[in-house]
T-cell receptor, first 114, second 114 residues
């Protein structure tokens, strides 16, 4: 079965600092991976996705993620944090042959200090 | 703009009183999903419709049911809400349930059970 682990339930950075949110996956087949962001009392918004094309994926709001098969990782980064980046971030893998079911990590709450 | 709409955004119901949550989409997507998200947790898939084909998750309680009268609308019915059903309910859509396709989420309905 596929699974996702997000290291760190809370990450705090200063405004302008590098953002690094960690995601490791487990999959017996080439994975399809997604990062979603959730602001308080809102739904999830897709930041970016990996579907076996380029290993470095660029998303919205200046975020990007790199797929590393050898490390089974798909970490999310942003060079310079903005106050508006404060939110919950979910990494997810799409189940193989399960109707597109998303398996989510437990989420990482990002705080940005002024 | 094409989008996923959920009504109401906030719903209060009494213990044991049936409640229905609504989701509509203007994306003309084939797949509609219902997720339950409890506080500080990742979303958990309850079921999905692929066109008119209903697919229930094995661990979804019988108390939860769904209807999809047409492509645009999908409803979540909770027959006898318990205190443990208080959560955010998220509707999502996808063009197809092949795993390469991302899901588009609505803003959610926050359900309170008194």
């Amino acid at each position: 079965a596929q699974s996702v682990t997000q290291l760190g339930s809370h990450v705090s950075v200063s405004e302008g600092a590098l953002v690094l949110l960690r995601c490791n996956y487990s999959s017996s087949v080439p994975p399809y991976l997604f990062w979603y962001v959730q602001y308080p009392n809102q739904g999830l918004q897709l930041l970016l996705k990996y579907t076996s094309a380029a290993t470095l994926v660029k998303g919205i709001n200046g975020f990007e993620a790199e797929f590393k098969k050898s490390e089974t990782s798909f970490h999310l980064t942003k060079p310079s944090a903005h106050m508006s980046d404060a939110a919950e971030y979910f990494c997810a893998v799409s189940e193989n042959n399960q109707g597109g079911k998303l398996i989510f990590g437990q989420g990482t709450e990002l705080s940005v200090k002024p | 703009d094409a989008m996923v709409i959920q009504n109401p955004r906030y719903q209060v119901t009494q213990f044991g009183k049936p409640v229905t949550l609504s989701c509509s989409q203007t994306l003309n997507h084939n797949v509609m999903y219902w997720y339950q998200q409890k506080s500080s947790q990742a979303p958990k898939l309850l079921f999905h419709y692929y066109d008119k084909d209903f697919n229930n998750e094995a661990d979804t309680p019988d108390n939860f049911q769904s209807r999809r009268p047409n492509t645009s609308f999908c409803f979540l019915d909770i027959r006898s809400p318990g205190l443990g059903d208080a959560a955010m309910y998220l509707c999502a859509t996808s063009r197809d349930r092949r795993r390469a396709y991302e899901q588009y989420f609505g803003p959610g309905t926050r359900l309170t059970v008194t």
